[in-house]
């Protein structure tokens, strides 16, 4: 099937594909020491769902072995996201021409 004639959202599919299978051997890793820390299948596949930074999975875990408080848990993942901040305030030339609703 040519590339040109197929529809945008399996051309995208094409390309991210190698980046998704990048993912498995990081999603296994942390699944393996989030199963040593003591949680079930379960709550492993829950965190790795509702959780979306791979950086904070595996501090979750970390933090989880030094047997820290929950409240320090969600203020040290807070930090380490709040490097997105800069990311996504490194963008705002970038969008100067779009709508506010955008």
Same mark, same amino acid.
């Given at each position: !099937?040519?590339?040109?004639?197929?529809?945008?959202? @399996?051309q995208?599919l094409?390309?991210?594909?190698?980046l998704? $299978?990048?993912?498995?051997?990081?999603? #296994?890793?942390?699944? %393996? $020491? #989030?199963?040593?820390?003591? &949680?079930?299948?379960? $709550?492993?596949g829950? #965190?790795?769902? #509702? %959780? *979306?930074?791979?950086?904070?999975q &595996? @501090?979750?875990?970390?933090? @989880?072995?030094?047997?820290?408080?929950?409240a320090?848990?969600? +203020? !040290?993942?807070f *930090? @380490?996201? +709040?490097?997105?901040? +800069?990311?996504?305030?490194? $963008?705002?030339?970038? !969008?100067?021409?779009e709508?506010?609703? *955008?």
């Amino acid at each position: !099937m040519d590339k040109k004639k197929s529809a945008p959202w @399996l051309q995208s599919l094409h390309a991210v594909m190698p980046l998704c $299978l990048s993912y498995i051997p990081v999603g #296994l890793a942390c699944g %393996v $020491l #989030l199963q040593k820390v003591g &949680f079930d299948p379960i $709550l492993a596949g829950l #965190l790795s769902i #509702l %959780v *979306f930074s791979g950086g904070a999975q &595996f @501090l979750v875990a970390s933090m @989880l072995t030094t047997q820290a408080s929950f409240a320090t848990t969600l +203020l !040290m993942v807070f *930090f @380490l996201e +709040l490097r997105y901040t +800069l990311l996504g305030s490194s $963008l705002s030339g970038f !969008m100067k021409k779009e709508k506010n609703v *955008f």
